[in-house]
């Protein structure tokens, strides 16, 4: 399980997810936007139902990669502990993982429920090259490539008219033009 704001998705996130993918062995990757991130509230400059689009465009290519409109679709604030019972129940006896960066890795425990979190799905921990993750958090790490790509700095490049290709997918790029996301 991959959540996340994906204001917009950007080619480090895929390259974070395919490399957890391949590491974990897992069957797939399961991409969350957020509905309503509580720890950043009012901060989504795109609605969900466009976050959720380009996270589909962008993970397309992989057949190991679903998206999961779990949170876009459901009314209030997104916490993970409940999307975690909701595929729990989903899909009974399935390992679950979470996976996190380390900042929200360092937010975890101002997390709703962390504790019962932690007894529905391992928390995997994706580090960059120099950085360790907050002690006690982690039950796996798994060394990512560093790729200073961030949503903001996107969001950025659009604002000022520059260009984003490489930056993300060529079908997000042209969605973002296509829905004049990010110009103001």
Request: glycine share 8%; net charge neutral.
């Amino acid at each position: 399980m991959l959540g996340g704001s994906f204001d917009p998705i950007h080619t480090g996130h895929l390259v974070i997810a395919q490399v957890a993918l391949e590491l974990l062995e897992a069957d797939e990757v399961r991409w969350i936007p957020v509905g309503q991130q509580p720890l950043k509230v009012g901060q989504h400059l795109a609605s969900g139902r466009h976050r959720a689009r380009m996270v589909e465009l962008a993970t397309a290519g992989q057949p190991r990669f679903t998206v999961d409109r779990a949170e876009i679709d459901r009314p209030g604030p997104s916490y993970t502990v409940d999307t975690l019972k909701d595929l729990r129940g989903r899909y009974p006896g399935a390992a679950i993982s979470v996976l996190l960066g380390g900042d929200a890795a360092a937010s975890f425990t101002a997390w709703k429920a962390p504790e019962e979190i932690r007894t529905m799905a391992e928390i995997v921990v994706f580090a960059r090259a120099g950085e360790l993750p907050p002690a006690g958090i982690a039950d796996r790490i798994i060394p990512v490539p560093r790729i200073d790509i961030s949503s903001t700095a996107v969001r950025e490049r659009v604002r000022h008219g520059r260009s984003i290709r490489y930056w993300v997918p060529d079908a997000v790029a042209e969605y973002i033009t296509q829905h004049g996301l990010y110009r103001d």
